[in-house]
């Protein structure tokens, strides 16, 4: 999910924006400054965090700044044009742009371009491109026109793709829009006419990024919508003029009679910002969507309305709101499906991989460089449409002895049918799976879970592509099916996940000890509880079991009630269930879920097994923070996340239950003590970040002589 934080206002008292707002807003060498560039006569260099300018530089009287400023990132020094063709180079030691170094060119400047890793790019009204260097050793050198006339250029962006810089301008001709893509090492130079629709207001808002071979150009239409159109950067053709078209990527995000106070930028390549209103008579808005979702993600109103500027560089916006220059850090998550509906289901060394699926691109004839992405996708059409049933050695064999034989003549067909597998195969797997089960549900008696064991094993199946097989499973009290199915299955609905949940926690131990579970989550208990009861005195990370500030609560924690289990007395030594249950509450642990949907369904367990649950998460608790590094051993032991969360959502669901059960009043009152202690425990982490904070500054590079400062050291 993307958030916006909370907005500041930098200090714009030596700005003065005219009716264009700003010329632009550019990174400079160093970490969290940045230059503005005024519409008028002035740069200031800022820092954000502070914020507050650090240098101003002016024009004379009678000159105007044409293009923004931008740094050099290679020498650390500042570029800027005014009056279109005198060009300006200073550092921060310079105060008076007068006394700074000073070229005339021959032609008009449109834009500087300058990025990390390269030179800067000096872009000409003409459309010519040349690098910094190559124009100061000659500034009076030639400029060709590579642009038509009449043709404007209205907006560039300059890339760095594979360490090779590429300038993309667009350019505007009586209502017609042209995309040049200019390689710059190569010199190669190619031209597309955009086909953008009837755009009938302002000229469109447009942002760009690069994806492999392909910059992806979007628009903002008239119309309210952004559109996409993807544009080669290596192109077989230098000389004619090709055509793009575009396609419709986010449907009326802003209002259509929107004039003005309209921008977009792309912030990650799942996430774009976009300022303008979103309804004919709402106010202004600077929003987030989800380009892979098609999501809103967060919106900020903006009341005083804004002059339709939008920047953004790492993790930071800028928008000019009148006179004043607004910054709004955000923060954009991880775009998935998982993380917008569940919890990301965390992936430990060791663990099972997820269901394998078909690598297009490494299938004879369908190479990128073989086809192209439309031709791709009807060759992969046309192989699931035909190869769906393909002549798999076997396959024809088993899914009739599915039909009809016994269950040890299909376990022997389907060992044959492994042997020769491979997972590109995978559409079989699915067929004699969706064959079993429906046999298993016209025959009741019909349960070949030495089918099912082999076929999960093969990491192909999920719970989407055979829904009945864990409910097949519940209903047999299957375990160790149900076992494996969490371990595999990355999308098991929560309604089935609290149903293994309920099945784990009711069965009985006698039924638990002759069955084959894997134990790989859980270790050996008996040893670590011997060392724990030595040094039961120790403090672990903060926080004594036995220990508790509160008068009341320690000497409510002397008194047994009348049913409370030997378990729920010494929480720290012993563990409450068995370990082969144990590792059946792990599978549970690890399972991704969603706390919204899962919730209803945790009312549902009956009140001593909440207790249970409770009493072993909070065992794995106070084995993790007995660890400095706060985790448990074995294989894939549950972590401290997980083991937090299951206790939240248990409380959460049941607080007023368990509240009223007395074999759970003791258990409630460890849990109190232990949030207490570590509260006490982070808030005197705190100070000593904050100690060490101040400290580092002592140790920073000394100030310039003829200067000096004030500094309060306070130490807690």
């Known amino acids: 999910m993307a958030a916006l934080e909370e907005e500041f206002t930098l200090s714009t008292g030596v700005l003065g924006t005219g009716p264009e707002g700003l010329l632009g807003v550019e990174p400079s060498d160093r970490a969290d400054q940045f230059l503005v560039t005024d519409s008028g006569r002035t740069i200031v260099l800022y820092k954000v965090s502070d914020q507050k300018p650090l240098g101003s530089w002016s024009v004379k009287q009678g000159q105007v700044i044409t293009c923004p400023a931008v740094c050099n990132f290679q020498t650390g020094e500042y570029i800027v044009v005014h009056d279109h063709k005198v060009l300006r180079i200073w550092n921060n030691e310079d105060v008076n742009l007068e006394k700074v170094f000073k070229a005339t060119l021959s032609a008009e400047v449109h834009r500087i371009h300058s990025i990390q890793g390269t030179e800067p790019l000096v872009l000409f009204s003409s459309g010519a491109v040349r690098g910094l260097e190559a124009l100061l050793a000659e500034p009076q050198q030639k400029i060709e026109t590579i642009i038509p006339n009449e043709e404007v250029i209205k907006w560039s962006q300059f890339f760095m793709v594979f360490k090779h810089p590429v300038l993309i301008f667009i350019t505007e001709k009586h209502g017609h829009y042209f995309a040049y893509i200019q390689l710059c090492k190569s010199h190669n130079l190619s031209k597309y006419t955009l086909l953008l629709g009837q755009e009938k207001s302002a000229n469109p808002n447009?942002?760009?990024?690069?994806?492999?071979k392909f910059i992806s150009l979007m628009s903002l239409g008239s119309d309210g919508c952004i559109y996409e159109s993807l544009i080669p950067i290596y192109s077989s053709d230098t000389e004619n003029n090709q055509k793009v078209?575009?396609?419709?990527?986010l449907k009326t995000v802003v209002s259509g009679a929107a004039h003005g106070g309209v921008a977009l930028s792309i912030l990650d390549q799942d996430h774009i910002a976009v300022l303008g209103p979103p309804l004919p008579a709402s106010k202004e808005c600077l929003s987030i969507w989800n380009i892979k979702f098609q999501t809103l993600q967060t919106s900020k109103e903006l009341p005083q309305g804004t002059s339709g500027q939008l920047w953004y560089y790492g993790e930071t916006l800028f928008l000019l709101r009148g006179k004043l220059l607004t910054v709004i850090p955000y923060k954009c998550g991880v775009s998935s499906l998982a993380g917008a509906l569940g919890k990301l289901q965390r992936k430990d060394p060791g663990t099972?991989?997820?269901?394998h699926f078909v690598n297009w691109e490494t299938c004879q004839g369908?190479?990128?460089?073989?086809?192209?992405?439309?031709?791709?996708r009807v060759l992969r059409r046309k192989k699931i449409e035909t190869n769906s049933q393909s002549n798999i050695p076997g396959s024809e064999?088993?899914?009739?002895?599915?039909?009809k034989d016994s269950e040890k003549h299909i376990e022997v067909e389907l060992r044959k049918l492994l042997a020769k597998w491979t997972p590109t195969f995978h559409s079989v797997i699915g067929d004699v799976t969706a064959g079993l089960l429906g046999r298993c549900k016209a025959e009741p008696s019909f349960y070949p879970r030495n089918c099912f064991v082999p076929l999960i094993?093969?990491?192909?199946?999920?719970?989407?592509?055979?829904?009945?097989?864990?409910?097949?499973?519940?209903?047999?009290?299957?375990v160790q099916l149900l076992q494996l199915c969490l371990r595999q299955f990355p999308d098991i609905p929560e309604s089935v996940t609290s149903a293994c949940l309920k099945l784990f926690l009711s069965i009985a131990d006698d039924s638990l000890?002759?069955?084959?579970?894997?134990?790989?989550s859980v270790f050996d208990y008996s040893a670590h509880n011997e060392k724990m009861e030595e040094q039961s005195e120790i403090l672990h990370n903060g926080f004594n079991p036995v220990d508790s500030n509160c008068s009341n609560c320690h000497q409510e924690s002397h008194e047994k009630p009348p049913f409370a289990p030997e378990t729920a007395l010494h929480p720290v030594t012993s563990c409450p269930v068995i370990p082969k249950?144990?590792?059946?509450?792990?599978?549970?642990?690890?399972?991704?879920?969603s706390e919204a949907f899962l919730l209803p369904h945790l009312k549902d367990i009956p009140a001593q097994h909440i207790t249970l649950f409770l009493q072993y998460l909070y065992f794995l608790y106070l084995k993790c923070s007995g660890n400095a590094p706060m985790t448990l051993p074995g294989k894939h032991p549950p972590t401290l996340s997980q083991i937090m969360d299951w206790i939240c959502l248990l409380l959460d669901a049941n607080f007023t239950v368990v509240l009223m059960i007395p074999e759970a009043k003791r258990l409630l009152t460890h849990l109190y003590k232990f949030v207490k202690s570590q509260i006490s425990v982070y808030s005197e982490l705190n100070k000593i970040e904050v100690s060490f904070r101040e400290l580092r500054k002592l140790n920073q590079e000394q100030r310039s002589k003829g200067s000096y400062s004030i500094e309060v050291l306070e130490l807690f």
């Open 245 to 249: 078209v575009r396609s419709l990527l």
């Open 513 to 520: 000890q002759d069955l084959n579970i894997s134990m790989d």
């Open 352 to 355: 099972h991989p997820l269901p």
């Open 366 to 376: 369908c190479g990128p460089e073989s086809y192209s992405e439309e031709q791709s």
């Open 457 to 478: 094993q093969t990491h192909v199946l999920s719970y989407s592509l055979c829904p009945g097989l864990m409910e097949l499973a519940l209903e047999h009290k299957d």
């Open 581 to 593: 249950r144990a590792a059946l509450l792990n599978a549970i642990l690890h399972s991704a879920y």
């Open 397 to 403: 064999q088993l899914l009739s002895a599915i039909r």
């Open 206 to 212: 447009f942002t760009a990024c690069v994806d492999r």
